[in-house]
Every structure is written in structure tokens, then in C-alpha cells.
């Protein structure tokens, strides 16, 4: 098994937890805790971060350090880009099984389109800004911290006051994706149903 950095100094940290440990025979080091193999186990943990450290790759091969290296290129290359909307934007942050997390801004003034979605349930977080927002019927004053849950097929709508307001959006369901929006009105000339 190849550990990358993290989990190396994750490990370091462990075993000098149980290095540093006195227990009750005497004071001794790391009684009923200590073996003598965590002494091995560390130096070569120390070994191995040193190796890392020193190591200088000129082409990817398949060391820890080249794969840690690899991973957090592809992240970046794969971070989410706003979406700019009429509007305002949204950004996606993290898209799991059949959940996704994005954040929306409405700018001062602007609302999104009276919609429903057939394949997923959402929630929404306040969190900055003022505005209002339209669900089970009724329009709510939107604070920071406030909550809304918004179940599948039920209309819905967010209109930002003064200032813009940012919305944390959760979504459940098994299909996440943009085209299960059913917009009912729209300030912006968009395909309405």
C-alpha cells in the first residue's frame, strides 16, 4: 500500500502520540500502549516523508509524492466554474450519489424563474443577503441562516431584495441535472411550459 503526504503525517502524528504516552507501570515509556514494532513503523514513516520531501520528479511516475501531486492537479482542472444565469450565477461545489451542493447568487433586484423539478427535492440555506422566497405557496422573507425545504414538483422561486443574496442549495434525488427545471414564469424570455 503507498501512503501520499497526508496520510504520512497523518501516521507520524499517531505514532508519537502512542511514543509520548506514559502509562501507569512506573512511568515507563508508553506502557500497555508502547510495542516495540511502533518504533520501526516510525522511523520508517520519517524515512519515507523525507524521501518525498527530497524527492524531485522530472516526469510523473508512480510514487506518492507524483500521485498526491496528479490528484490535486486533476481537482483544480475539475473545479467548478460559475454559471452565469440572467440572473445572477451558481457554482456547483460537490456532486455526489444522488446528491448535489451548489451556490447561487441572485443579484439585487432579480428573481429566478417560477419552476418546479420532477426528479429532485431540494434545500435551500440563506446564507448572506436579503430577499424572499416563494414555496408551499407563499412568499417567506429570506434571512441569513433560514432554511427552506423545497420537495419535488412543488413551485418555487427566489427574489433577491437589497443586495444580492446567496443561496446554499442541497439537492436529493437520483436525477441531478440542469434540464429537470419546468419553468412556469421568467423575467428573461426563457421557454416557459
Not at 506502557?31 to 520501526?40: F, G, L, N, R, Y
Not at 511516475?61 to 490535486?72: H, R, T, Y
Not at 417567506?140 to 423545497?150: D, G, M, R
Not at 427566489?158 to 442541497?170: P, Q, S, T
Request: with cysteine.
Amino acid at each position: 500500500m503507498i501512503l501520499d503526504m497526508r496520510e504520512l503525517q497523518m501516521l507520524k502524528h499517531q505514532l508519537q502520540l502512542i511514543r509520548a504516552y506514559r502509562g501507569p507501570l512506573n512511568g515507563t515509556l508508553g506502557s500497555k500502549v508502547h510495542e516495540p514494532w511502533h518504533d520501526v513503523l516510525y522511523s520508517k514513516v520519517l524515512e519515507e516523508i523525507k524521501m518525498l520531501e527530497k524527492r524531485e520528479c522530472t516526469e510523473y511516475c508512480d510514487c506518492p509524492k507524483c500521485k498526491n501531486e496528479q490528484s490535486l492537479k486533476q481537482s483544480k482542472d475539475t473545479e467548478y466554474e460559475k454559471v452565469q444565469k440572467p440572473w445572477g450565477w451558481y457554482q456547483n461545489f460537490y456532486i455526489g450519489d444522488n446528491f448535489k451542493t451548489k451556490m447561487l447568487c441572485i443579484h439585487e433586484g432579480k428573481r429566478i424563474s417560477l419552476q418546479r423539478h420532477h426528479w429532485r427535492s431540494e434545500v435551500w440555506t440563506i446564507a448572506a443577503g436579503s430577499g424572499s422566497v416563494f414555496c408551499n405557496d407563499a412568499w417567506h422573507l429570506a434571512h441569513p441562516k433560514q432554511t427552506f425545504t423545497i420537495p419535488e414538483c412543488t413551485l418555487h422561486r427566489a427574489k433577491a431584495l437589497k443586495g444580492d443574496l446567496y443561496i446554499m442549495e442541497l439537492q436529493h434525488g437520483k436525477e441531478l441535472y440542469e434540464e429537470d427545471i419546468e419553468r412556469v414564469e421568467d423575467d428573461y424570455g426563457r421557454e416557459v411550459s
